[in-house]
């Protein structure tokens, strides 16, 4: 009998063992600072009056203002950098661990009902093929295929159990609620009471591209408004940028939770309605409208213009809508038949599924401009059966917010409050933006991407805007400033109905690699780093010598065009604290052309098949590259000349051919890929027609010796150290300056500045 209390004891302990001590934290936190408050101030009934008083207002505060709630909740939080940043960067910027708030480090989405199965089972991966066979799975094709390709041992758990509930029934609601009402008891738009409207908007960004992020930013910041930016959980680089950008600006957050957001995958979804829950907390009612955007979008109207057109729209939801595609072959072509899960930044196709019956899908669009109504609805699912269960069902869906949204507001008690128009223009561009291969490394389907407006597209699309008889399109995507800042220009010039005669208004920067961002250290960056840093203390030494150039190390590397031209690669050279100099490095070496038939002619790690260019700009290859892509631009005029193209590529010294391959050119752009193991060396890739030689593209592979002499004398002989600039203030080496310099991105560049002081990492 003892002994069975004693185990009774033991087990009430241990389950309320974390009960107890949250509910003794508690009292600790609220008794102490009263108590010391109390002895601090000689106590008395005055000052624990004040105390009261003075809390009261705050909280009152808290409630009418949202800034003020917003800050508290920045405070609270800590918008800081990633966790690969965290150490070195808080070091270098002097921020104190109180700021550096674990709690804003990217927490690992799941999805509750997989993860509670798993800690249920817990099962090792020893037990996974038992737990299949139980399930009888192991006939599932799609499922063994993901698994067998998944590297991932808790991906591959969660694949099981996801088809495992499914099969059983319990992945999945039943039926989902129509909740339409024959008529809407509260019609839109509602009454202009006179209020000026107030926007919140969700930057939804990645990548490394700042310049483009800030300018978007300036381009729709109003006081008037709120911006909350959701930085994608692969980009540290980014996520430090915009934690520094926004630091000081009041009604500018950070949401510390972060998602993979790749292309297709459910976590987009989860993101968006995360990003409205802390909307709805943050501003409460003083927020009108909820839109989305991400840093490929640009402003067709002056964002007060845009605030005037949605006041005669409050409560109105924009979301685009195409019921004129069939919804069966929407269903089959968008995968809605199918069971998707996301795990380790990959969309896995793991089944067919049932559909829920009585339910139509709408294919539309995963940008939107939503009512401040609608988006507090989304932000308490649990209130809510038709909501709750379209989140269960869309959580396995592949590019659930492109049907979510309109899906769900057709069966909602907003059906009637409902505009076909996202208010967007979308440079679709038929089967050029579609691709499977393209997709494949983030998502088992194919699809299709807006393509990049180029400055010829600009003129139709201001027409069409300026067009009072067409929809109405207040934003226009996409833009990339690494391949036309031109059209970023155009645009701007006309919606600012200014134009800039800055002669830097063509210069654009785009960061290639940051000392402190381990995504940028490949095998080739480590490579290339220590000869580069090489080639650019030569330099800085034969300007000024004696400066103490040998002790600087790089800092950053980034890319710079001028005039949509790639020029050359921007090398910022410091201390363990601040960028000290800068050096301009290009390429002596690359496209020869004796024909104008050839534009271009090229081989990359990398290349994008729906913009037809390679993002690999610098064209640095390692012998660690296994894939090599190869590209052709031909003038189009000429196309009938090229049904017999040869390509060879060859050992600059040896002169042995290493690849060929005899090429049908229908189209100006022609690319290959071709599965080699170069050793280190220098190679040449030749161009010729049936009868003549007509383009060169020199090229080299660099080993994985940093210290190698060979290795050195082969970047020296392709990169030059063209200009330097310095950044010292103490004026021992007279370098000219770098703010005085068009190539270094301490130049002023006033069309992306939204501070005086940029923010450089």
Known sequence: MRGWVRRKLRRW??????????????????????????????????????????????????????????????????????????????????????????????????????????????????????????????????????????????????????????????????SVPDLCPAADPNPVPRPDDGSPVRIVFLLQVSGRSERQVERLLKAIYSHDHYYLFHVDAGSSFMFSFVSRLTAGIPNAHVLCERYDTIWGGSDLLRMHLFAMRQASVLFGDQFDFFINLSESDFPLWPVGKLAEYLGQKRGVNFVFANF???????????????????????????????????????????????????????????????????????????????????????????????????????????????????????????????????????????????????????????????????????????????SSDHDCNECHWLNFYHHLDTSTATPVVQSMIPHVESISHQLLEDNEDNCGWERLWIRRIDHHFDHDRYEGDVVSLGDERNTLAQVLLKSKRGFKSSSSHVINAEVSRSFDTKENITRWFNHWLHSDDRQLYVHLEVDPADLGQWKQCKLWITDEDSGQVVWDLMANVTHRHFHTSATLSLPPASYVLHVASASEQLAVFHFFVIGSSPGSVTDFLLVQSFWQAAASCSLASDGLCQLASCHQQKWSSFYPDPKTAFTQTRVFL
């Not at 909740?73 to 690969?84: A, H, L, N, S």
């Not at 990049?452 to 805007?465: D, E, R, Y």
Request: proline residues 4%; positive net charge.
């Open 13 to 174: 302990w241990g389950c309320n063992f974390r009960l107890l001590a949250t509910c003794a934290c508690c009292l600790l936190a609220f008794f102490v600072p009263a108590y010391l408050f109390m002895f601090s101030t000689g106590g008395g009934a005055t000052h624990d009056s004040e105390a009261i008083q003075a809390h009261h207002k705050l909280e009152a505060l808290k409630r009418e203002d949202p800034l003020i709630r917003a800050a508290i909740w920045k405070m609270q939080r800590g918008d800081t950098g990633e966790r690969e940043f965290r150490d070195s960067f808080r070091q270098e910027q002097h921020v104190s661990e109180e700021e550096d708030d674990a709690s804003c480090l990217n927490k690992q989405q799941v999805i509750p009902a997989i993860e509670k199965e798993i800690r249920r089972l817990q099962l090792s991966p020893a037990q996974l093929h038992q737990y299949i066979s139980d399930c009888g799975l192991l006939d599932d094709q799609r499922l063994m295929s993901a698994i067998k390709r998944s590297t991932s041992g808790i991906c591959r758990v969660r694949m099981a159990v996801t088809i495992c509930l499914q099969k059983q029934g319990k992945l999945y609601p039943a």
């Open 324 to 498: 004129r595609v069939n919804e069966t072959y929407f269903v089959e072509k968008q995968g809605i038949s199918r069971t998707f899960l996301q795990c380790n930044k990959h969309m896995w196709l793991l089944s067919d599924r049932p559909l829920p019956g009585d339910v139509h899908f709408t294919g539309s669009s995963d940008w939107f401009v939503l009512s401040r109504e609608f988006t507090q609805y989304v932000s308490n699912p649990r209130q809510d059966k038709l909501l709750s269960s379209l989140i269960a069902f869309y959580a396995f869906t592949l590019l659930p917010s492109e049907s979510f949204f309109a899906t769900l507001i057709r069966r909602s008690e907003f059906c009637h409050r409902f505009e076909n128009n996202d208010l967007r223009f979308v440079n679709w561009n038929g089967k050029a933006g579609c691709s499977c291969i393209e997709k494949r490394y983030a998502v088992d389907w194919c699809g299709c991407s807006p393509n990049v407006i180029m400055p010829s597209l600009v003129p139709a699309i201001t027409k069409q805007v300026s067009d009072p008889s067409k929809r109405p399109m207040a934003f226009a995507r996409k833009f990339d400033a690494a391949i036309s800042v031109s059209a970023i220009n155009r645009l701007e010039e006309t919606v600012a109905n200014s």
